[in-house]
């Protein structure tokens, strides 16, 4: 296994451990990450737990790259050699959704725009295309009342560290 350490990511070791263990979890499928960040480090955790578990699966990732380069952030996942389970789009989440609207994904993390309007955006798309979904930053403000305001907290709370909540849809 990875040492989760040598990921490099703005999240704590409780955070990658989440990222890491959610292939587990799914038993491989189809991510979506929304903001990919400096170093693309969540999305380079979900692809190693897909990798080191021998699942099959993919990760779509949104960002919109304007301090940093994407192929700057691509090198991080070619050090990982994880390239292959990654697919990198440059632009806002919601310029995305049309282009994503027919996929349905095992897991969504949002760690995007962490304006209000942005979160309750991604979480609004998040919450018809997944059973799972992630948030980071929830100790912002903004995100934590777009997670009030979404009806995701009608969900099952699985995961709630540091500055990551993971909701799973209830069956009715």
Not at 37 to 61: D, F, Q, V
Not at 66 to 85: F, I, Q
Request: net charge negative; aromatic share 12%.
């Amino acid at each position: 296994m990875t040492d989760l350490d040598d990921v490099d990511a703005q999240l704590t070791a409780a955070d990658k451990e989440i990222l890491y263990s959610i292939p587990e979890r799914t038993g491989g499928g189809l991510y979506y990450n929304i903001g990919d960040g400096r170093w693309g480090g969540s999305t380079i955790l979900m692809a190693l737990g897909l990798k080191e578990r021998n699942l099959s699966g993919h990760i779509w990732t949104v960002d919109t790259y304007h301090r940093y380069n994407p192929s700057d952030v691509a090198k991080y996942s070619t050090k990982h050699e994880v390239d292959s389970y990654i697919t990198r789009c440059k632009g806002r989440s919601s310029e995305w959704e049309d282009k994503l609207k027919d996929k349905w994904f095992e897991f969504i993390f949002i760690d995007g725009g962490h304006q209000y309007e942005c979160a309750l955006e991604d979480a609004a798309f998040a919450m018809t295309h997944s059973n799972l979904i992630g948030f980071h930053d929830t100790n912002m403000n903004r995100v934590s009342k777009a997670i009030q305001d979404s009806g995701i907290l009608e969900w099952r709370l699985i995961h709630d560290v540091v500055r990551t909540k993971v909701f799973e849809r209830v069956s009715k």
